[in-house]
Nanobody, 124 residues
Framework: QVLLVESGGGLVQAGDSLRLSCSAS????????MGWFRQAPGKEREVVAL????????YYIHSVKGRFTISRDDAKNTVYLQMNNLEPEETAVYYC?????????????????WGQGTQVTVSS
């Protein structure tokens, strides 16, 4: 069993930056594909960024490319999402997820472990 705990969310202004952290416990997530997803009020959960089991490959939705960076530190059993130049439309609860396979997939259905989420609010 893997327990994921997100942190780093908060209230910021448009153009500001935040770094989200996802700390895993219970077992190592080294070799697991990891992802960040978000869900805004009234909308479906969407993928934001994914990273494969050794960090060698990443995926970003188009709207965050060049502004967000996903990374992992397996020594700390932690995954990060650096978010720069945030936009009000990105206000959402951000979730970390783990998939016990090396390769990531875009669909959230294939992630077995989820954190409780951290709120990110971007004011205009």
């Amino acid at each position: 069993q893997v327990l994921l705990v997100e942190s780093g969310g908060g209230l910021v202004q448009a153009g500001d930056s935040l770094r989200l952290s996802c700390s895993a416990s219970g077992r190592t997530v080294s070799g697991y594909a990891m992802g960040w997803f978000r869900q805004a009020p009234g909308k479906e959960r969407e993928v934001v960024a994914l990273i494969n089991g050794n960090g060698g490959m990443t995926y970003y939705i188009h709207s965050v490319k060049g502004r967000f960076t996903i990374s992992r530190d397996d020594a700390k059993n932690t995954v990060y999402l650096q978010m720069n130049n945030l936009e009000p439309e990105e206000t959402a609860v951000y979730y970390c997820a783990a998939r016990p396979y090396f390769d990531y997939v875009i669909s959230s259905r294939f992630y077995d472990y989820w954190g409780q989420g951290t709120q990110v609010t971007v004011s205009s």
